[in-house]
């Protein structure tokens, strides 16, 4: 480490023990897969799709199945540092708060990125899945996607661990701002898969999207980590 | 279309928008009321 | 009550019953649609007064996150809540005149979608503000509200979008499309009562969001005094 820290050394060493952590617990990446495998399987009893149905509706489960382990995880972000009040600690210290926030996106982001991975083939099976389209597009759509859901949803995993019931709060604040990106990313997912429509719109909004709230976020978390 | 035809949907419209308006208004009322009592209750409190 | 609150209130009355008479009896009947197409001027207004109190919302909350005013708190607070119950009855005015007219009571339609993803955004800053605990509700309350103005022109292009690649149904005369003068006058009316009216609601709740706030500390006191 240089002799005065970066607001990315900061970064990298805050995501490094969360990382560490995580690697020792394993505590959200467990309850994440498990939470989308059983969400998964339900969807499954659920329908019966030939494959040329499966490519129609699979991008839609694939994404309400990230979107709802996606909160499993994030649930867990922030009431680590609660316990030992390392979050006053951290408000205390002249760290700039932009490195807690990113350092925890980007960890989430990793862990929502691991989900996905070990997610997909399992769609693959279970739905006999082949897409139309090219498959370096779903790649770029998975990656936009996946950031809109963690900025986001770090974000408001940060607001809703000052409330009552704090589980609850987090899908109830978060979903309805992501209504646009995941229409986005269900859309672009479903136009790959099937090769009937153009991407790339959607694939320009979840960069949009990405980018606006990236900033609004780190703009905002500040005075939100500093509420009393 | 006769003009007339469409006068149920008119009124249901028209009786929902006050009904809204009205639920507003009540909870007001209702926490106007609330408001008022603590602050006496708060008084009782100061002068005993 | 002030006396200018119980002016107000009169005007508004008055102003509300006059619209009331353009809507029902001077704007003349719409030849296609009938009297059903009279909700507009109860629906087109609200719309208008909801949108705009949303926007006080987000400029009240920017507000508060610059300069920590307990009135800027309370006014946000004031324009959400009666945005949401103006944005309510457009929602339920809308399918009521695309009943008959459309035949569907609703449409995931450009207009109709982001309306409804507009009134989540806000019910939920509601109930965040409902849940939250302590001192830092106004914060919080001021961050989700910035949040939710910012996705605004996002969720209106992704449905936009979203909307040309699904069939439309077809929309009989349309509103807007051939609105005569004197329609618009009684628009114009209802807006003027409506908004009035939100101006009051608004009036009263930010009153009494701050009545609130100084009851809680006078009763902080108090029970500091009392030990």
Same mark, same amino acid.
Request: hydrophobic share 55%; with cysteine.
């Given at each position: 480490?240089?002799?005065?820290?970066?607001?990315?050394?900061?970064?990298?060493?805050?995501?490094?023990?969360?990382?560490?952590?995580?690697?020792?617990?394993?505590?959200?990446?467990?309850?994440?897969?498990?939470?989308?495998? %059983? @969400? +998964?399987v339900?969807?499954? /009893?659920?329908?019966?799709?030939?494959?040329?149905? $499966? =490519?129609? *509706?699979?991008?839609? &489960?694939?994404?309400?199945?990230?979107?709802?382990?996606t909160?499993?995880?994030?649930?867990?972000?922030?009431?680590?540092?609660?316990?030992?009040?390392?979050?006053?600690?951290?408000?205390?210290?002249?760290?700039?708060?932009?490195?807690?926030?990113?350092?925890?996106?980007?960890?989430?982001?990793?862990?929502?990125?691991?989900?996905?991975?070990?997610?997909?083939?399992?769609?693959?099976?279970?739905?006999?899945?082949?897409?139309?389209?090219?498959?370096?597009?779903?790649?770029?759509?998975?990656?936009?996607?996946t950031?809109? %859901? @963690? +900025?986001?949803?770090?974000? /408001?995993?940060?607001?809703?661990?000052?409330?009552? $019931? =704090?589980? *609850?709060?987090?899908? &109830?604040?978060?979903?309805?701002?992501?209504?646009?990106?995941?229409?986005?990313?269900?859309?672009?997912?479903?136009?790959?898969?099937?090769?009937?429509?153009?991407?790339?719109?959607?694939?320009?909004?979840?960069?949009?999207?990405?980018?606006?709230?990236?900033?609004?976020?780190?703009?905002l978390?500040?005075?939100?980590?500093?509420?009393? | 279309?006769?003009?007339?035809?469409?006068?149920?949907?008119?009124?249901?419209?028209?009786?929902v928008?006050?009904?809204?308006?009205?639920?507003?208004?009540?909870?007001l009322?209702?926490?106007?009321?609330?408001?008022?009592?603590?602050?006496?209750?708060?008084?009782?409190?100061r002068?005993r | 009550?002030?006396?200018?609150?119980?002016?107000?209130?009169?005007?508004?009355?008055?102003?509300l019953l006059?619209?009331?008479?353009q809507?029902?009896?001077?704007?003349?009947?719409?030849?296609?649609?009938g009297?059903?197409?009279?909700?507009?001027?109860?629906?087109?207004?609200?719309?208008?007064?909801?949108?705009?109190?949303?926007f006080?919302?987000?400029?009240?909350?920017?507000?508060?996150?610059?300069?920590?005013?307990?009135?800027?708190?309370?006014?946000?607070?004031?324009?959400?809540?009666?945005?949401?119950?103006?944005?309510?009855?457009?929602?339920?005015?809308?399918?009521?005149?695309?009943?008959?007219?459309?035949?569907?009571?609703?449409?995931?339609?450009?207009?109709?979608?982001?309306?409804?993803?507009?009134?989540?955004?806000?019910?939920?800053?509601?109930?965040?503000?409902?849940?939250?605990?302590?001192?830092?509700?106004?914060?919080?309350a001021a961050?989700?509200?910035?949040?939710?103005?910012?996705?605004?022109?996002?969720?209106?292009?992704?449905?936009?979008?979203?909307?040309?690649?699904h069939?439309?149904?077809?929309?009989?005369?349309?509103q807007?499309?051939?609105?005569?003068?004197?329609?618009?006058?009684?628009?114009?009316w209802?807006?003027?009562?409506?908004?009035?009216?939100?101006?009051?609601?608004?009036?009263?709740?930010?009153?009494?969001?701050?009545?609130?706030?100084?009851?809680?500390?006078?009763?902080?006191?108090?029970?500091?005094?009392?030990?």
């Amino acid at each position: 480490m240089s002799a005065t820290p970066t607001l990315w050394s900061i970064t990298r060493r805050s995501l490094a023990k969360d990382l560490r952590l995580e690697w020792r617990s394993k505590d959200a990446i467990n309850s994440m897969l498990f939470f989308a495998l %059983l @969400v +998964v399987v339900i969807f499954s /009893f659920g329908f019966d799709p030939t494959a040329e149905e $499966s =490519r129609r *509706i699979a991008g839609g &489960l694939l994404w309400v199945a990230v979107l709802f382990a996606t909160v499993v995880a994030l649930n867990q972000t922030w009431t680590r540092e609660l316990r030992n009040q390392v979050l006053d600690a951290y408000r205390l210290s002249p760290a700039p708060p932009q490195a807690l926030f990113l350092s925890k996106t980007i960890g989430n982001f990793l862990f929502v990125a691991i989900l996905e991975v070990l997610m997909v083939p399992l769609f693959v099976v279970f739905y006999n899945l082949r897409s139309v389209g090219p498959v370096w597009q779903l790649l770029v759509v998975a990656l936009l996607a996946t950031w809109a %859901l @963690v +900025v986001n949803g770090t974000f /408001f995993a940060a607001l809703s661990i000052r409330t009552r $019931s =704090r589980e *609850i709060m987090l899908p &109830l604040i978060l979903f309805p701002i992501s209504i646009p990106a995941l229409l986005a990313m269900v859309d672009a997912t479903t136009s790959i898969l099937t090769g009937d429509n153009s991407p790339y719109f959607w694939m320009r909004l979840l960069a949009v999207y990405d980018v606006v709230f990236t900033a609004v976020s780190l703009l905002l978390f500040e005075p939100v980590l500093n509420a009393e | 279309m006769n003009p007339s035809s469409g006068n149920a949907y008119l009124y249901a419209a028209y009786i929902v928008v006050w009904a809204v308006h009205s639920l507003y208004a009540y909870s007001l009322l209702g926490r106007a009321r609330r408001i008022r009592r603590e602050a006496a209750e708060l008084e009782n409190q100061r002068q005993r | 009550m002030t006396k200018l609150y119980k002016a107000f209130s009169a005007v508004t009355a008055l102003l509300l019953l006059y619209g009331f008479c353009q809507a029902w009896y001077i704007a003349p009947t719409e030849a296609t649609m009938g009297n059903v197409q009279r909700i507009f001027y109860y629906h087109l207004p609200s719309a208008w007064v909801a949108f705009l109190l949303f926007f006080v919302n987000f400029l009240a909350s920017a507000w508060y996150l610059i300069r920590r005013t307990d009135g800027a708190d309370a006014l946000a607070l004031a324009a959400a809540e009666v945005g949401v119950s103006f944005c309510t009855i457009v929602l339920i005015t809308g399918p009521i005149w695309a009943r008959p007219i459309w035949g569907i009571w609703w449409t995931w339609d450009a207009r109709l979608t982001s309306t409804l993803v507009l009134w989540l955004i806000y019910v939920s800053y509601l109930v965040l503000r409902h849940y939250a605990t302590g001192g830092q509700v106004p914060v919080l309350a001021a961050a989700l509200g910035i949040f939710g103005f910012v996705d605004v022109p996002i969720v209106y292009m992704a449905i936009r979008w979203f909307r040309t690649q699904h069939p439309q149904p077809v929309i009989g005369g349309g509103q807007g499309s051939g609105l005569d003068h004197t329609m618009w006058v009684a628009v114009l009316w209802n807006l003027a009562a409506f908004a009035m009216l939100a101006v009051l609601f608004v009036w009263a709740r930010y009153r009494q969001a701050l009545a609130e706030r100084a009851l809680e500390e006078a009763y902080i006191q108090a029970e500091g005094e009392a030990q």
